[in-house]
């Protein structure tokens, strides 16, 4: 996967860096966590401090737009994007897992026993 910075701009006021890159990928276009680790290594920050905002995949290319933001300030991004942070510490795929199966049970005894 290569990235190509197309806009660049500095954001001193909510302590970060606003990309628009051009990406160029293998094959399908690639998940939000690997371009985000590619980000880290390329710009040399810290991967907790790199949000993808959006991929726009070009129809029929291996050709995608990423929207990124690069924050200097850990306290200012977990108050920019909270949903984001959140998103993180709810993929815990144990915990989830385990919750459904109970659920549907609980779901199938009240169905069941009316």
């Known amino acids: 996967m290569e990235l190509k910075v197309i806009e660049k701009k500095e954001n001193p006021i909510m302590s970060r860096t606003e990309f628009v890159l051009e990406g160029v990928s293998d094959g399908a276009t690639p998940s939000y966590d690997s371009i985000k680790?590619?980000?880290a290594g390329q710009f040399k920050a810290n991967e907790d401090m790199v949000v993808v905002k959006?991929?726009?995949p070009?129809?029929?290319t291996v050709k995608f737009?990423?929207?990124v933001n690069i924050y200097s300030d850990k306290a200012v991004m977990n108050k920019v994007e909270p949903e984001n942070v959140e998103k993180k510490?709810?993929?815990k795929p144990?915990?989830?897992s385990k919750e459904k199966p109970q659920e549907?049970?609980?779901e199938e005894e009240e169905?069941?026993?009316k």
């Open 58 to 60: 070009q129809f029929g």
């Open 94 to 96: 144990s915990e989830s």
């Open 104 to 106: 549907k049970q609980k």
């Open 65 to 67: 737009k990423v929207i």
């Open 89 to 91: 510490e709810e993929k």
């Open 111 to 113: 169905s069941g026993g």
């Open 54 to 56: 959006h991929v726009y």
């Open 37 to 39: 680790k590619k980000i």
